[in-house]
């Protein structure tokens, strides 16, 4: 099947694919998966589905609570990730890789995704109003609830910020949440069409294809894997342009699509565990120079449909180097005098010195570049462009570097 539609700005009006999880903030371009998905040996057969159909019976599914196993693979050309990551239940890890996570849903107010690898496992509990985090490998427990985390919110240094990020990113890891992302995304710049059926995670499905019509992007083709009884989306995978291999995906290799025993929500601090505040007010760690500047990001979307790239501001690769050495000394330091691990929900681990020459690394592999933007840092992969300007701005997304550069100089400087 190969049947190709026009695509509509109201379909997804009319409702939408329902959110299965809570949507925050999704890093389209992060994550990671661990078994590669087995996306089927016999090929189904299935009723004929126009392209319409298909993204109607999506918007139409019910599905809203579900469990099972997702495999997660990402391959994003960075480098090769630090020895003291692999091998690690760290959310940091899903940049690269492949990984696998157990999931529970009821619903927004009930969901349990636990990071498996090897010997170690990060969960995050949502039930109810409570939140919790677990870290296995630390014993160390973030306790919190909604109302608090979000009066919080403002209030949290950078690397509290990047561990609540964290923690809103993994809550969106199924495929359900990344399909609503993507397809509420639709616009005329998109060709949707029908694939060939598959079978995923034992259930047979239909493939929605969705292709940019614009040039410039690094993103060739999105693959959405659909339930073909009850329209739940069971798997996601983004190509480069010109690739048959994903450099993200996102699927089921075992789905129970019924609601899982409310048992499964419940979480009791292990023995031992030391547990602490997730809106951070009791930590003594020192801020980072971004914080204490106070300045905004002040994110603004740039382009359009696949073209689309986002202007940060108040960014500095000075600042950002300082403050991953001196975190990185800083961690160094306490565990060498301290007779158990940080309680700080795991955020020790992503601020390691392993962890710090990584990004030194990445932040060291650009090339000078200049324009009507001034001069900056250009940092590219076959997936995501990112330029860092010297006077303080992060341009950034998934589209060729003459395409950033160019949105870039329509900025100017500052």
């Known amino acids: 099947m190969n049947e190709t539609t026009k695509t509509s700005k109201t379909w997804y009006r009319r409702g939408g694919v329902r959110a299965l999880v809570p949507l925050s903030v999704v890093a389209v371009i992060a994550g990671n998966a661990a078994l590669a998905p087995t996306l089927a040996s016999a090929a189904p057969s299935l009723p004929s589905i ?73 969960d995050l509990i949502h039930n109810g109003k409570q939140i919790w985090t677990y870290d296995s490998e630390t014993n160390a427990v973030g306790e919190g609830t909604e109302d608090s985390s979000s009066a919080q919110a403002k209030k949290l240094d950078a690397r509290k910020q990047a561990e609540q990020k964290k923690e809103q990113s993994l809550e969106n890891l199924t495929p359900q949440a990344l399909a609503q992302q993507l397809l509420a995304a639709i616009s005329p710049t998109t060709q949707v069409s029908v694939g060939s059926p598959r079978s995923v995670a034992g259930r047979s499905a239909y493939l929605l294809v969705l292709q940019p019509k614009q040039q410039g992007s690094l993103i060739g083709q999105v693959e959405i894997s659909v339930d073909s009884a009850t329209g739940a989306p069971l798997g996601v995978a983004l190509y480069p342009v010109a690739s048959a291999t994903p450099f993200f995906e996102l699927s089921f290799t075992q789905v129970d699509l019924t609601a899982p025993a409310a048992s499964r929500f419940d979480f009791t601090p292990p023995k031992g565990a030391t547990v602490s505040p997730l809106d951070g007010s009791q930590s003594g760690s020192a801020k980072s120079p971004a914080a204490e500047s106070g300045q905004s990001l002040d994110p603004q979307v740039l382009g359009t449909g696949w073209l689309t790239a986002v202007e940060l501001h108040g960014v500095s690769l000075a600042e950002l180097n300082q403050a991953l050495s001196s975190t990185g000394r800083e961690v160094q330091s306490s565990q060498s005098s301290a007779t158990s691990p940080e309680s700080d929900g795991g955020s020790q681990q992503l601020f390691s010195g392993g962890v710090s020459g990584y990004l030194d690394t990445l932040l060291g592999s650009g090339k000078t570049v200049s324009g009507a933007f001034g001069t900056g840092k250009l940092y590219s992969t076959s997936v995501l462009t990112v330029l860092i300007t010297d006077d303080g701005r992060m341009f950034l997304g998934p589209v060729t570097a003459s395409v950033l550069e160019a949105d870039a100089a329509k900025q100017g400087t500052k």
């Open 50 to 122: 126009s392209a319409q159909q298909l993204l109607t019976r999506i918007a139409d599914s019910h599905v809203d609570a579900f469990s099972g196993t997702v495999s997660v693979t990402a391959n994003l050309g960075l480098p090769a990730l630090p020895d003291d990551l692999l091998g690690s239940a760290n959310p940091l890890s899903l940049i690269s890789g492949t990984h696998l996570l157990q999931v529970a849903v009821n619903g927004q107010t009930q969901q349990r995704i636990a990071l498996m690898d090897q010997l170690s496992e990060y």
